[in-house]
Every structure is written in C-alpha cells, then in structure tokens.
C-alpha cells in the first residue's frame, strides 16, 4: 500500500536546476532513511544522495556542492535540489525510503517509479 510519488523532472540547460520531490503515502508506521538514486542508459543505478531521519546527509563526490539532499518529515517527503547541472547528470532518478509499515514486520526499502532528468549541453 505503500508509494512513493516523483516530481520535478523534465529537460534543461546545462547549468540549470531543478528540484525533484518524493512523497511517501499509504500505511506508514515509520520512516527512516530516505534517498535518491540515477541510472543512465547502459549503466547500473547508483547513489546520489540520502539522508537520515535526523537530517545527516552523504552524497557522491560528482554531485557535492550542487546538489542538496533534504526532507519533510511533517510532509513524508524527501527533495533533491539539483543546481549547475551538467550533461553527465542525465538520468532516470529515483527516490527510496527505508519504511516500517507495521511494527510486526521488518523494515523494507520502497522505490518511486523514476522520473527523467535530462540535462542538454
């Protein structure tokens, strides 16, 4: 019953920005680390960036300093402000949340449907 809803993607410049959003809805106990993901064609789906229920943030080295990782939790939503955006950032980006859905059962990790970002030189 859990979903996690993608918004924000679409086309731009380089040097451009966007800000993509993930909101997390159904039967939700708990939500503990949140995160984005990319995966460009031929390529495996790596990190991009997470953040914790307490608001620590990691991210990988090619996207420090212009991206910014940060969440709602009022709002169970995690964004991704993406800024100086570079051609190599071109990707269908995705969002997780690690969710307890009920305290009799494990923690498990749900995906967004991936929303594209495409980024033109």
């Known amino acids: 019953q859990v979903q996690l809803v993608e918004s924000g993607g679409g086309l731009v410049q380089a040097g451009g920005s966007l800000r993509l959003s993930c909101a997390a809805s159904g039967s939700i106990v708990r939500i503990d680390d949140m995160g984005w993901y990319r995966q460009a064609p031929g390529k495996q789906r790596d990190l991009v960036a997470t953040?914790?229920?307490?608001?620590?943030?990691n991210y990988v080295d090619s996207v420090k300093g212009r991206f910014t990782i940060s969440r709602d939790n009022a709002k169970k939503t995690v964004y991704l402000q993406m800024n100086s955006l570079k051609p190599e950032d071109t990707a269908v980006y995705y969002c997780?949340?690690?969710?307890?859905?009920?305290?009799?059962?494990?923690?498990?990790?749900?995906w967004g449907q991936g929303t594209q970002v495409t980024v033109s030189s």
């Open positions: 953040i914790t229920s307490f608001g620590i943030t």
């Open positions: 997780d949340a690690e969710i307890i859905t009920s305290w009799s059962k494990p923690r498990y990790v749900y």
